[in-house]
């Protein structure tokens, strides 16, 4: 079978985003949020003119450029809002033996709940933002999802993006109450 993913973009050889490995980043398309600060803002919603890869073409790439990364990770956009996402990495992991995958999320989707309880990837970055953009729902999500992860043994880090220091401030006491301790390390990123 064949899925697609909205993904217009790979990046082969990222050092920047997880620490000490190079990654291939995939881009997806879609995120739930509309943050005004974006900096994917073309990936925010979907666009019919860019070409859709299918599992086999991305697999083919990352197989074939197997060396240059250590770490598959999914980014975006909101990667876990794509539907075939599961079955995608259910594929990597279990039938190509592609591993390790991660994710960047903003940990707001019930797919991401999913992923979790399945440990379907090895590391998850989380960055907690934009909590004027949330509905009480989403907010929910995140927070289940916040306390599944503490439980699992996937690979994590939690980050803060805000728009000035006092939301900076807000977000990681908001955050270290969720995480319910205060010694695990947040990142933060003010934009400016
Ligand atoms: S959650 Fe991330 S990708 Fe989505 S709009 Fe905000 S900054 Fe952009």
């Known amino acids: ?10 990046n082969f050889n990222s050092t920047v985003d997880v620490k000490g490995k190079i990654a291939a980043l995939v881009f997806l398309q879609e995120c739930n949020l509309k943050c005004p600060y974006c900096y994917n803002k073309p990936l925010q919603q979907i666009n019919p003119h860019l070409e859709n890869f299918s599992i086999s073409k991305i697999e083919k790439l990352i197989t074939s450029n197997k060396g240059l990364h250590s770490i598959v990770l999914f980014s975006g956009g909101e990667p876990t809002l794509n539907d075939d996402l599961l079955k995608f990495i259910r594929r990597f992991k279990y ?46 999500i995140r ?50």
Do not use: W
């Not at 079978?1 to 790979?10: E, G, T």
């Not at 390790?100 to 960055?127: A, F, S």
């Open 143 to 192: 927070h289940k999802n916040i306390s599944l992860l503490l439980q699992s043994e996937i690979e994590f880090i939690f980050s803060v993006t805000a728009i000035n220091q006092e939301e900076a401030n807000f977000l990681i006491k908001q955050l270290h109450g969720e995480l319910n301790d205060n010694n695990i390390e947040v990142k933060t990123q003010i934009i400016k």
């Open 95 to 140: 039938k190509s033996k592609i591993n390790p995958i991660g994710l960047q999320t903003n940990g707001t989707t019930d797919n991401l709940t999913e992923i979790i309880q399945e440990k379907l990837v090895e590391y998850i970055h989380l960055d907690y933002k934009a909590d004027c953009l949330l509905n009480n729902q989403q907010k929910e």
């Open 1 to 10: 079978m064949n899925y697609n993913l909205k993904a217009p973009y790979i």
